[in-house]
C-alpha cells in the first residue's frame, strides 16, 4: 500500500526555500559586481573652476566601465538658469575606435580620444555669459544602455586672484624659530649635563685615591708597629 510521508513534505518545502535563499543572494551579488562594474564618468577630483574672462578653458570628462563599452554614446549640455543647451555629442563604436562626433556651439572644440577615455572638450574667449555648469553625459550599449552623468562648475572673473600667504609664511617661520630654539636648547642642556656627569666622575676618583693613601699609610703604621713588639724579646 503507497501512502504520503507528512515529514518528505516538510523536507521537500525547505528545501525549495533553500533554493529561494541561494538564487535570492545569487541575484544580490551579480546585482552588486553590475552596480561596481558599470558606466562611469568623472570630470575629475577638481569640479569648480576659475578661469579668467577671454582665456580657453579646458572642460574635463572621462569615462570608465569594468565590462568594456560598446557603442558608447555622450554628450555635453550646458546649464542656462534651467535650460539645457546642447554643446557637442558623438558616440564610440568599441573599445579603441576613435570617437565619431558633432559640435553645436562655434566656440567649442571637442579633444576627446577612446585611448584616454577622454570626452573633454575646450571652450574658446570665455566670457562672463559661460560661466555656469557643464553636464558631461554617457549611455553604455553594453550595459543595457546604463547611463551617468557628472557636472563641472565655471567661474569667469576679470583677474585671478593671488592668494596672500604672508600670514602663512609669518606662522611658519614663528613656528621653525620655536623648534629650532628647542632643538638647541636640548643639546646645550645635554652637553652641560654630560661634562657635569663628567666632572662628578673625576672628583670622585680623586676622593677615592686620597682615601686609598689614607688607609695604606695607616697600615703600614701598624705593620711597623706589630714588627716592633714582635721582635721585642721577653725578659
Not at 70 to 78: D, E, T, V
Not at 144 to 173: G, W
Request: aromatic share 8%; net charge neutral; with cysteine.
Amino acid at each position: 500500500m503507497a501512502y504520503k510521508d507528512g515529514s518528505g513534505s516538510r523536507l521537500s518545502g525547505r528545501l525549495r526555500s533553500g533554493d529561494l535563499l541561494h538564487s535570492g543572494l545569487a541575484l544580490s551579488v551579480l546585482l552588486g559586481f553590475w552596480c561596481v562594474s558599470g558606466l562611469e564618468v568623472s570630470t575629475g577630483k577638481i569640479t569648480v573652476m576659475e578661469a579668467m574672462n577671454g582665456s580657453t578653458v579646458l572642460i574635463p570628462c572621462t569615462y570608465s566601465s569594468c565590462i568594456g563599452i560598446q557603442r558608447l554614446y555622450f554628450n555635453w549640455h550646458y546649464d542656462d538658469n534651467g535650460t539645457m543647451l546642447k554643446l557637442c555629442e558623438g558616440s564610440i563604436a568599441a573599445e579603441g575606435a576613435e570617437p565619431r562626433f558633432s559640435v553645436y556651439h562655434e566656440r567649442v572644440e571637442f579633444v576627446g580620444n577612446s585611448k584616454k577615455s577622454n570626452i573633454s572638450f575646450l571652450l574658446y574667449n570665455i566670457t562672463f555669459a559661460d560661466e555656469g555648469d557643464y553636464v558631461c553625459f554617457a549611455r553604455n550599449f553594453k550595459e543595457k544602455n546604463r547611463n551617468h552623468s557628472a557636472t563641472f562648475t565655471l567661474h569667469v572673473v576679470d583677474q585671478v586672484v593671488e592668494i596672500d600667504n604672508t600670514l602663512t609664511t609669518i606662522i611658519v617661520s614663528v613656528v621653525g624659530g620655536v623648534i629650532g630654539f628647542l632643538i638647541i636648547f636640548m643639546v646645550v642642556k645635554a652637553l652641560v649635563v654630560h661634562f657635569i656627569l663628567k666632572k662628578d666622575d673625576k672628583n670622585k676618583e680623586c676622593l677615592v685615591g686620597s682615601s686609598a693613601g689614607v688607609d695604606n699609610t695607616e697600615n703600614g703604621h701598624t705593620t711597623a708597629k706589630g714588627t716592633e713588639a714582635k721582635g721585642t724579646p721577653k725578659a
